[in-house]
């Protein structure tokens, strides 16, 4: 009977999947980590994962742009010093174009099957660095953000915040510079100020966190940021 294969179903599926919003489960959460380079984002996605993974949750770690075979070729090519004359808006469409097979190949299927995604930068990079950075209109970029990501928006984002001469210091002691690093110190300005300006548009789901102190300090701050996080999320 209907009612009975309904029950069964309910009991097999919709029970154990919890509420739905948007195609995905609510249980499962949607971090980015955010800054300029050298901010710390790599550092302290290694520590929030492992929270994670010790609160009892199923992590998928990954970073755009990347995280998919045609992704992680986007990101060389968007790297690479000798694509210096590319324009912004080729820049920012490539990174789009990079999102929407990450979004379809990992970010959606990872969320709708309950796994937490931790991703290394995502949209707010394009708003920060494209917008910011670069001087494409905030409007022209939220139009691919609805376009490409429709009403999916990271539940928290954690902005990693620095000075550029700071940011700049630590990431040159990695040697070769990729061509984002090669910028001048006022684009790595304005891209900090392009960040903090987005975290004051969403406080809901912004935190910024003072990465100018030590790598242990700012641990305990991400700490403390995530365990009510954790219980909320439950
Ligand atoms: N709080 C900190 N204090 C001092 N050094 C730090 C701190 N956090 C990270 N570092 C060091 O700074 C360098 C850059 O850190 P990391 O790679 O995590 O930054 P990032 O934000 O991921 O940079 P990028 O955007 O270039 O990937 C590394 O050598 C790292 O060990
Ligand atoms: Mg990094």
Redesign the pocket.
Known sequence: MAWRLYLSLKNKYIATAGPCFNNRLMTSQFIT?E???????????AFIREVLEAAGKKVLPTREPGGTVLGEEIRSLLLQQRQQGMTAEAELLLLFAARAEHLHQVIRPALASGIWVLC??FTEASYAYQGGGRGIAWERIAVLENWVQGELRPDLTLL?DLSAEQ?LA??G??GLMDRF?SEELAFFQRVRNAYLEQASRHPDRYRIVD?????A??RAEVEAILHPFLRESV
Do not use: C, H, N, Y
Request: aromatic share 4%; no cysteine.
């Open positions: 980590v800054g300029i380079e050298g901010a710390g984002k790599t550092t302290q996605l290394d930068r990693f940011g630590r990431a002691r990695r690093e990465a100018s102190r030590s790598v300090v700012v």
